[in-house]
């Protein structure tokens, strides 16, 4: 592909989160984050027979793991599809539906 006239640049988003370690122990540092789109990815858990995808993210200062949101019906079942660990690069959609404001 050729790029006849650049467009707008992409800034992609980020999201402030604080390291909890919310569905990984709890054993977060507290620390305040400003967690980017490439940050994010989808994990999963099981339990029974179910399996449950979970948006997380890995803190860079202590290393520990929280889990921000579920993904939408729709984003888990592309990433089922696609393999359970795929960067959600530029997909706000994926946390749109159950992400909570941030104060
Ligand atoms: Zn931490």
Redesign the pocket.
């Known amino acids: 592909m050729k790029i006849l006239k650049p467009g707008r640049p992409q800034t992609g988003y980020s999201i402030k989160c604080t390291?909890t370690?919310a569905g990984n122990g709890n054993g977060?540092?507290?620390?305040k984050?400003l967690v980017e789109a490439a940050d994010l990815y989808l994990t999963h858990s099981h339990c029974r027979d179910e399996t449950d995808g979970y948006v997380t993210f890995k803190?860079?200062?202590?290393?520990?793991l929280?889990d921000i949101a579920k993904p939408t019906a729709a984003a888990w079942e592309a990433a089922r599809k696609n393999g359970l660990h795929p960067a959600v690069h530029g997909r706000p959609d994926l946390l749109a539906a159950t992400q909570e404001p941030t104060p």
């Open positions: 390291c370690g977060g540092c507290g620390a984050l803190c860079s200062a202590c290393g520990v929280t």
